[in-house]
Structures are given as C-alpha cells and as structure tokens.
C-alpha cells in the first residue's frame, strides 16, 4: 500500500484529524492532531489492510521555532509497507496522547522524549525520567539548553 | 561536599505499592510475609554493563522487574548537533555498539549517504559487507561466550575470544583499530583493503567452520545448558513485535524478519543466504536457548555472506565518491534502518542545510530490546533473570547512547 492509500483511507475516517501531507520526499509523511494519535494508531495497528504492527522508531523533535513535535515510523512486519506520522505541539502546550497502549516500544521512546524534550505524554503509564537522573534540570536535547551549573554541589563540565 | 540525597537511591513508578499479606504456617502460628525489592546492579556480572535491575521478588519468584539505564549516557544525539561536519559523527558513532561498531558506522554512512544522494562504488558495498559479516560473527562470539559464563560454562568463552581475536587482526590489518575503527565514511572507506587481507579473510572462514560446530558440541547442545535456557523467558511473537524486538532475539521468536532482506541496502540482494528463525528445538519458540541457536546458526550464514563476498569483489576506486563538502538540502530529512548484530539499527537525520546536523535520532536495537525485559522476566526465578538478561545481548553503550 502507498502513502496516498493509506492517507486516503485515513482521510475518510479521521477527516479532522489529518491537517498535513507531504509525499514529494523520499519518506511520505502525514501529520496527525496531538489529541488523537492514540486513536488513529489503534486503527492502523488493528486494521487489516493497514497492520502497522511494528513501530520501528519514535523520536521527539525541537524546530527551535517554539513548535515540538514527534515522529513516528511506522514498519508492518505482514505487509511489509511503511508510513511516517507527524505531531506537533507548542511550547505553551507541551502535551501530545501517548501510544504506549498500542505499541509496547512506545513506552521507552515516550519516557526518552520527555526526558530529552520535555514533552508530556497523556496516558502514559510510567513517565519519568529514563537517561537522564531524576533530579535533573532542564531538558537536554532542547535546542535553547543551557547546562545547570551545580548537580548536588558538583560542578557540572559544560 | 557530596550532597547526601544523591545517595539515595530512584524509586519505584509511584503508582506502585509492595504488596503484604499473611500466611499460616504447618504448625498454625501466622505470619507476615511481604514482597522484597532487590537490586541486581549496577556492577553485577551478569548485566554486562551498567545496567540497574529492581526486582519485586515473593520468595525466589520475580513479580516485577524495572530496568534503570542511563549510567553511560553521554547524550550522543547532542554531540552530533554541534559536529561541523557529518563525518565527525561517525567515531561517535562507533562508540554507541563498541561490541560492534562496524556496523554502527555503516548505518549512519548509509543515512547520510541516503539523504546526500550519493551512489557509492561497487567494490566499497563489497568491502562494508565483507566488514559489516565478520564483525557480526565477532559480537555474536562474545554473546555467545559470555552467555555461557552466565550459565555457568566458563571454557567457551576463551574458544570464542581466541577466534574473535582473528577478526581483530584483520580489522587491525585494515584499519590500524581493533575496537573502534572509523573506517567506513560517508561515501567509500577510509583504506583499501591491505594486500594479503583476501588470503587472510579466505582462511579464517575455512578455519572458523569446524570451530562453529564445536562450539555447539561444546555449549548449545550441552545438557546443562539445554537445560538451564530451554523453556526459560519465554517471549512470545505477538509480544515480541509489540515491543518492536529485533535481530536474533525477534527470530528467535519465530518471526522471520531480517532487514537485509526485508529493507534491502547494499548488494545483500545479490547474495544468498537465510535467515535464521527459532524453531524451539529444544522446549518453546521464543526461549532463551532459541536466542542462542539464532546466534549460532547466523554465524554460519555470515560465513557464507563473507565467501561469496570475497570470490565476487570488483575492482574500484575505495574514495572515489567521498563527498569533499557535505551540505544535505534544507529540511530533507530521513530514516534509515540496517541490520545491525543486535538487530534494527535506524538513524533518523533531519538537514537544515547547514554542515552540521539539526537533529539525529538513533534508535539502537538494545536499547529498544532491553525495554522488554520486564515482560519476560515476570514470573521468572531469580537465578533464571541472570539468563533471560544474558539472551538479550545487550550493550550498554548503545542502550544510554
């Protein structure tokens, strides 16, 4: 199946939810409502054209514009085909629907994301810090990170 | 002064509570019995690393097992944002998998590549397989014998680490490194292949065949071994893709995904060979021993790879394509999956158009296969938790990046 099959079928379903495509690049993506990811990804795992049974990656993003996003790469193991969703939040509103439930993997990836980004997952059911230690300052891999100049009356290398 | 919080130790998810009840004993007294929290790491043995495991135990028996990483991490995705150049990415991404770094420095090479357009020379996909197999079989080597002292078999690791000293020296020979060896580049290589290496690579796979088969005389169908892994964490197949395992552990859960043959990259296409699936030979599909044979049978298979590699090896210019100025377009942006020892290794590398990377994201097969260690490990024994962390082959490096 294409991504313009898949975004079609999608498109029928999650009319509002859909707000993005770009399918000129090497790998076709479709954006996605923070709000409903969980939905649409329990379609796509469980729908048997669809089958996206394997999460292959899912990276938290900063644009350094104020917008913060995550990226979701999606492999069906049964159908052998691929797409790619986007989401994207605010730096206001850091809060994107977590898919723990649908893919095991996710839950790691969510808990590397927020640690590194910031990012607050709803419905995660263990979100805490998974790299970086509990008490940290700050989230790393922002691109305005500046680093804490003391952890525990250590001086932190910079 | 040390801060003495620091001390002390993380907590538990706080939706958690140890759980405490009573018991009568045969002689009628009643007692309190509770649920124990036990720490296996950080410098445990069998962690291979530092890795933290706290387990829930109620008697001998794990209720629930949650994993604490992030003592190596030095936050590798960071450090590739300020690299001016791609290239310098590339130790760094050696020292991710150190058990198997030529596959780690392929991947990138490749996403890079993937996202710079650039076509590399025959003879250069060749050379990276030739490399990418024998440092398969090298890491296997040390999953494979260092899994035995887990089990308690002390002699096949020094057998394993006396063959995978060969492939040392033939990286040596190659490169100048043992370990970390910045070898593959975005676009070709660092070196040529060195004048007697074909010779060298042709005997070492005649001498590593009949070592093979020993090593399973010797371990994987020794009857301690059987059955110390048989039947023990036993990871089903739906379970196994929900959690997005890869490399010999997914096969060893029975599905037969390889991405050298299911996303295809290099000349894989043009080779022949199998992948290698757990059957539970020796007790259930998916258990610790199906991990092991995976990694047994796969060495074979890396064998065959290398020969045909080596008889088919064309002429070619090693450097010919290696870009001198590497600017990817504004906002191009890709992710590229290998199969590396452990499993999918992608990049995802998003561009901004300048020389340094805007964001590289590595999804490391350890890590992703260490997340489902909990899963596994419930209901387990304590002593078996040893064996089930052992199965998974982790790297430390790669899973805190």
Known sequence: MTAQDIFDILKVKFSDALTEKKFDTVQPWVRIAPNKTKEICFFLRDDSAMQFDYLSCLSGMDYNNGTFGVVYHLTSIVHKHKIVLKTFCTKDNMHIQSVSAVWGTANWHEREAFDLYGIIFDEHPDLRRLLMPDDWEGHPLRKDYKVQEFYHGMKVPS | ?401
């Not at chain 2, 070709?188 to 020993?214: N, T, W």
């Not at chain 2, 290696?322 to 992608?346: F, H, M, N, Q």
Request: with cysteine; hydrophobic share 40%; aromatic share 8%.
């Open chain 2, 1 to 401: 002064m040390i801060d003495q919080t620091m001390l002390q130790p993380p907590t538990l998810p706080t939706n958690y509570t140890v759980k405490q009840g009573h018991i009568k004993t045969s002689t009628g007294k009643t007692i309190r019995t509770e649920e124990m929290i036990i720490n296996m790491g950080p410098q445990h043995p069998s962690t291979h690393g530092v890795l933290r495991l706290e387990i829930v135990v109620d008697g001998e028996i794990i209720v629930d097992c949650i994993p604490h990483i992030g003592y190596l991490h030095r936050c590798f995705e960071k450090h590739c944002e300020h690299m001016t150049n791609y290239q310098m990415v590339i130790p760094y991404a050696d020292r991710m998998d150190y058990c198997s770094a030529m596959t780690n420095e392929w991947a990138f090479a490749l996403a890079a590549e993937r996202l710079l357009k650039i076509e590399v020379p025959e003879r250069v996909e060749y050379i990276r397989v030739i490399m990418a197999e024998l440092q398969r079989i090298a890491s296997h080597l040390i999953a494979v014998g260092t899994y035995g002292i887990d089990s308690g078999a002390f002699t096949p690791f020094l057998y394993t680490f006396i063959d995978r000293e060969k492939i040392l020296d033939l990286f040596e020979m190659t490169c100048g490194a043992r370990l970390l060896y910045n070898y593959i580049w975005i676009g070709g290589l660092s070196h040529d292949l060195p004048p007697k290496f074909i010779e060298q690579a042709k005997d070492f796979v005649e001498y590593f065949r009949p070592r093979l088969k020993m090593l399973n005389d010797l371990l994987s169908y020794n009857e301690i071994f059987v059955k110390r892994t048989a039947n023990v964490g036993v990871l089903p197949k739906d379970v196994a893709i929900n959690y997005a395992v890869s490399g010999p552990q997914l096969r060893g859960s029975g599905v037969n995904w390889d991405l050298r043959r299911d996303d295809p990259y290099s000349i894989y296409h043009k080779l022949e060979w199998e992948p290698q699936v757990g059957k539970g030979e020796m007790g259930t599909v998916g258990d610790c021993w199906d991990r092991h044979i995976v990694r047994m049978h796969e060495m074979e298979q890396c064998l065959n790879i290398i020969e045909q590699a080596l008889a088919g090896l064309p002429e070619g210019n090693v450097k010919a394509a290696i870009p001198k100025r590497i600017r990817p377009e504004k906002d191009a942006e890709i992710y590229v999956r290998t199969e590396s020892s452990r499993g999918e290794l992608g990049f995802y590398i998003v561009s901004d158009g300048t020389a340094s990377p805007f964001r590289v994201k590595a999804r490391g097969p350890a890590f992703v296969n260490l997340s489902v260690l909990p899963e596994i490990a419930k209901g387990a024994m304590i002593a078996d938790l040893v064996l089930i962390a052992g199965s998974i082959d982790i790297v430390l490096g790669e899973v805190d990046r």
